[in-house]
């Protein structure tokens, strides 16, 4: 809204998602027609409202207006309207699920389902949306509309000059209104600056890739070099042994280490140095592959440097989320884990088409690449460092047992 380009990848017609929808609600006209504003993509919804086979973007407008889609909706209508218990099959969930899309965009356009405004004489009541600002007469909201009508001129005329300054006032002036029960700034500015963590979400990717070619890959190298050395005994037992050492220091790390050095020298400074460190690692033990005491080091020694990882990462990125640590690092545990049922089938066909030390070489690279991507975005990623707050014992022990 200031017109600063945000870092996040996430955009929606060339907009960041908050310049959207102010956007939408400056100009409903426009958007309402806009081409391609609504994806349908389901086969057999299109067949049931009767949309073209060869075409999946569709305007508002079209949607709305189009009797296939009409005469769907109704019958999904007819059928919970008979029995509100009724169990809706796949297709007739898309159809509805459709419908609450254009409602929503609707409440949009119309001003209507954006209730932002306190009730002026009454803390408990319903909040009024901007449309209700229209039908009021109380001076409060009087002031309100007035600075609505500013903020939406000045967005649908691309006045980018005056269009921060009005922003910033017409929320001063709602948090006024209700001190005791309005968002207070640094929630707001969590919301508002959410997208701007999206590097994390490239970043955590390209660490996946250096994470599983260390925990799913290294077994197979491990057995190759034991063999090649001679012991023959070498089995499951000796590869539980050592995954055993990576684990403990795995776990030693997460408690103990990482929230001393976050508090010491910030989670960015942090994050570099321990995807560096990793990717360091990681090359050693792709240039001594074939060496079974580097690898067993090698393995037990990037237990250290993903452990405090998984812990300063995975805090970075919960603070743009309101859900409870153990759920959302459990979350992200979740993905991360879905990931290594298909990282050893994949760095078997990188080893096989490049060399056993090249699935090392692929995790390295990626380390470094998100080591750059967290960098180019470091300006935007300061809140990380500016709101830090003192990683509690307790909290370290909910992320790692959210790990295990």
């Given at each position: 809204m200031t017109g600063a380009k945000p870092f996040g990848f996430q955009r929606v017609?060339?907009?960041?998602?908050?310049?959207?929808?102010?956007?939408?609600?400056?100009?409903?006209?426009?958007?309402?027609?806009?081409?391609?504003?609504?994806?349908?993509?389901?086969?057999?919804?299109?067949?049931?409202?009767?949309?073209?086979?060869?075409?999946?973007?569709?305007?508002?407008?079209e949607l709305t207006k189009h009797p296939g889609l009409a005469a769907a909706m109704e019958k999904v209508h007819e059928k919970v309207r008979a029995d509100r218990e009724a169990k809706l099959d796949p297709i007739e969930r898309e159809v509805s699920g459709l419908e609450d899309t254009l409602g929503i965009l609707d409440s949009v356009f119309t001003l209507s389902g954006i209730r932002v405004v306190p009730h002026p004489t009454d803390p408990r009541g319903t909040w009024f949306s901007l449309r209700d600002l229209d039908d009021a007469d109380a001076a409060p909201i009087m002031?309100?509309?007035?600075l609505r009508d500013a903020l939406l001129r000045f967005a649908k005329?691309?006045?980018?000059?005056?269009?921060?300054?009005?922003?910033?006032?017409?929320?001063?002036?709602?948090?006024?209104?209700?001190?005791?029960?309005?968002?207070?700034?640094k929630d707001l500015r969590r919301e508002v600056h959410y997208n701007t963590f999206k590097p994390f979400r490239l970043a955590?990717?390209?660490?996946?890739?250096?994470?599983?070619?260390?925990?799913?890959?290294?077994?197979?190298?491990?057995?190759?070099?034991?063999?090649?050395?001679?012991?023959?005994t070498f089995g499951a037992h000796q590869l539980g042994l050592i995954f055993c050492g990576w684990g403990i220091c795995?776990?030693?790390?997460?408690?103990?280490?990482?929230?001393?050095?976050?508090?010491?020298?910030?989670?960015?400074?942090?994050?570099?140095?321990?995807?560096?460190?990793?990717?360091?690692?990681?090359?050693v033990m792709a240039v001594q592959v074939h060496n079974l005491t580097a690898l067993i080091v090698g393995t037990i020694v990037g237990g250290l440097f993903l452990g405090v990882m998984n812990t300063v990462l995975t805090e970075s990125v919960m603070d743009a989320t309101d859900l409870p640590r153990s759920v959302a690092s459990s979350t992200y545990s979740g993905v991360r884990f879905v990931g290594g049922s298909i990282a050893p089938a994949l760095a078997g066909i990188i080893a096989?088409?490049?060399?056993?030390?090249?699935?090392?070489?692929?995790?390295?690279?990626?380390?470094?690449?998100?080591?750059?991507?967290?960098?180019?975005?470091?300006?935007?990623?300061?809140?990380?460092?500016?709101?830090?707050?003192?990683?509690?014992?307790?909290?370290?022990?909910?992320?790692?047992?959210?790990?295990?």
């Open positions: 017609m060339g907009l960041d998602p908050v310049e959207w929808v102010l956007s939408m609600m400056a100009d409903p006209d426009r958007w309402r027609r806009e081409p391609g504003l609504i994806r349908v993509t389901h086969v057999g919804l299109r067949e049931a409202a009767k949309l073209p086979a060869d075409k999946d973007r569709y305007s508002w407008d002031t309100i509309r007035t005329d691309g006045d980018r000059e005056h269009l921060g300054p009005a922003a910033s006032a017409l929320s001063k002036r709602l948090a006024s209104m209700a001190p005791d029960t309005y968002p207070v700034a955590w990717l390209l660490y996946l890739v250096g994470f599983f070619s260390l925990l799913a890959y290294t077994p197979f190298p491990l057995d190759a070099a034991a063999k090649a050395a001679g012991l023959t795995l776990a030693i790390t997460s408690v103990f280490a990482a929230p001393r050095l976050t508090r010491r020298f910030g989670r960015q400074r942090v994050l570099y140095a321990m995807l560096l460190l990793l990717a360091v690692d990681l090359a096989a088409a490049l060399g056993s030390g090249a699935p090392y070489w692929v995790g390295c690279a990626g380390l470094l690449v998100a080591v750059g991507i967290l960098f180019a975005g470091r300006r935007h990623l300061a809140p990380i460092d500016t709101h830090l707050v003192e990683e509690s014992y307790d909290e370290a022990m909910a992320l790692t047992a959210a790990d295990s």
